[in-house]
């Protein structure tokens, strides 16, 4: 008997029935809900545990983003020192009286664009008339250098009661901004003055008018900071007077064009920050400190006369980035000591401090 006769012996013999034998199939079992329920938990677990980890390293990015966008606004500011033998002005004013509409031409960030591959920009921009005379072209350009990516605002704003009033005068500039969350260093003062010399001790190293050279920073340019974050968006409301908390908060958030080179005072719309920061108050207060301008015939100030300047700050958690005199870039710690914070946000102040 042949292998295959065998086989279909045991066949017959051990499965009885044949003519209703039937194809064995496997049972098919769902998960039961308790199952289900134990599986969502798992992921929602592996999810909790993962999330902060992706959030931590996209702000880990973000923040070496912004550092990267601090240097490179540093090294182009010594580009027009090698260039011109002083850093650029703050602001370039030209006072003929009390107004101050027509008078602020353009500012040190505007100054700079050829050094950080804006010269097209730049060739856009006349600098022969005042900031409100230039095109709304220039002015709602997006530089994205100027702009830190942790930012909680906007990269352009829109400001109708600026608008309105530059309008009323004839300005061309329009009402739309491309926002600049980096801010010039204005030392540790919170006064406007066409007289920056008259700070003292407390100048930094940018102000109206005030043209700084490596010889003027006598603290060192290692110990020296140049440019610092200025933060804007809803979570960076606005807040008028030293020491302002959130009692006397105006539902205004901190932003600031660019290319806007004159203090806004609280009087104006939406944009009623400045180009420049000081260290009168903490790193990262919130509210932020909004401009001010106590003199009326400010052409003619010296300093004193309850004006204020806005405070650093940033989105990331703890601290903001500063790019220091010598273009090295810092993180500072929102903790850091308030003698040590003022210190290194001046050029002559005679202190024997470093950042820790």
């Not at 600031?256 to 939406?270: C, K, N, R, S, V």
């Not at 015939?297 to 790019?323: E, K, L, Q, R, W």
């Amino acid at each position: 008997m042949g292998v295959m006769a065998h086989m279909c012996l045991l066949f017959f013999l051990f499965v009885p029935n044949w003519s209703g034998v039937r194809w064995m199939k496997t049972t098919k079992r769902g998960f039961t809900l308790v199952e289900l329920l134990v599986v969502i938990a798992i992921i929602g677990i592996l999810v909790g545990l993962l999330l902060p980890a992706v959030q931590a390293a996209r702000e880990a990015a973000r923040r070496m983003q912004c550092s990267n966008n601090l240097k490179q606004t540093a090294l182009s500011m010594h580009n027009y020192h090698d260039t011109y033998k002083t850093f650029p002005q703050g602001a370039i004013v030209k006072f003929g009286g009390a107004s101050l509409s027509s008078n602020f031409y353009v500012n040190a960030f505007a100054s700079t664009l050829p050094f950080i591959e804006q010269g097209a920009l730049q060739d856009l921009y006349n600098f022969d008339v005042p900031w409100e005379q230039q095109t709304p072209a220039v002015a709602r350009t997006v530089i994205s250098t100027y702009f830190c990516p942790s930012n909680a605002g906007e990269d352009v704003v829109s400001d109708t009661a600026i608008g309105a009033v530059l309008a009323s005068f004839g300005a061309t500039v329009g009402d739309t901004f491309g926002v600049s969350t980096y801010r010039l260093s204005k030392g540790a003062h919170g006064e406007w003055s066409n007289k920056p010399n008259g700070y003292g001790s407390a100048k930094g190293m940018f102000d109206l008018g005030l043209k700084t050279s490596f010889r003027d920073i006598i603290d060192g340019t290692s110990n020296t900071f140049c440019i610092g974050e200025g933060a804007s968006g809803g979570r960076r409301v606005l807040c008028a007077g030293v020491d302002c908390d959130e009692s006397g908060t105006v539902e205004t958030v901190s932003a600031t064009g660019w290319m806007i080179p004159q203090p806004i005072p609280d009087a104006a719309g939406l944009i009623r920050n400045s180009n420049f920061a000081g260290t009168v108050e903490p790193l990262n207060k919130n509210p932020t400190t909004s401009t001010n301008l106590a003199e009326a015939d400010f052409g003619n100030a010296a300093p004193g006369g309850g004006d204020t300047v806005g405070n650093f700050g940033s989105y990331h958690p703890g601290g903001a980035n500063f790019a220091l005199a010598d273009g090295s870039v810092r993180f500072v710690g929102e903790t850091v000591d308030m003698v040590i914070y003022r210190a290194v946000s001046t050029v002559a102040g005679g202190e024997a401090v470093s950042l820790p």
